[in-house]
Nanobody, 122 residues
Framework: QVQLVESGGGLVQAGGSLRLSCTAS????????MNWFRQAPGKEREFVAS????????DYADSVKGRFTISRDNEKSTVYLEMNSLKPEDTAVYYC???????????????WGQGTQVTVSS
């Protein structure tokens, strides 16, 4: 069983930045692709970003491309999401997830974190 714990969420003004972290309780962290999803109130959970096991490949949703950057540190079993130029529509609970495939659908994630709230005020 892999436990994922997110941190770094909070309240920020539009145009601001936040950095989310997700730390895994496993020595096999490097065997998983890592992903960020988000879910806004009243909406379905959606894909945000994905990074391969080695960190050599990344993928982003069109809505965050150029503003968000996903990275990982396998030594620390941690994945990050650097979020810049934040918009009110980025407000959501952000979840990290571990999967065996890159850019997985919701059901293809093996493990999920509990989520961290990001609120962007206008």
């Amino acid at each position: 069983q892999v436990q994922l714990v997110e941190s770094g969420g909070g309240l920020v003004q539009a145009g601001g930045s936040l950095r989310l972290s997700c730390t895994a309780s496993t020595r096999t962290f490097s065997t998983y692709n890592m992903n960020w999803f988000r879910q806004a109130p009243g909406k379905e959970r959606e894909f945000v970003a994905s990074i391969s096991r080695s960190g050599g490949s990344t993928d982003y949703a069109d809505s965050v491309k150029g503003r968000f950057t996903i990275s990982r540190d396998n030594e620390k079993s941690t994945v990050y999401l650097e979020m810049n130029s934040l918009k009110p529509e980025d407000t959501a609970v952000y979840y990290c997830a571990a999967s065996l495939v890159l850019r997985p659908t919701i059901g293809k994630n093996n493990y999920w974190g509990q989520g961290t709230q990001v609120t962007v005020s206008s």
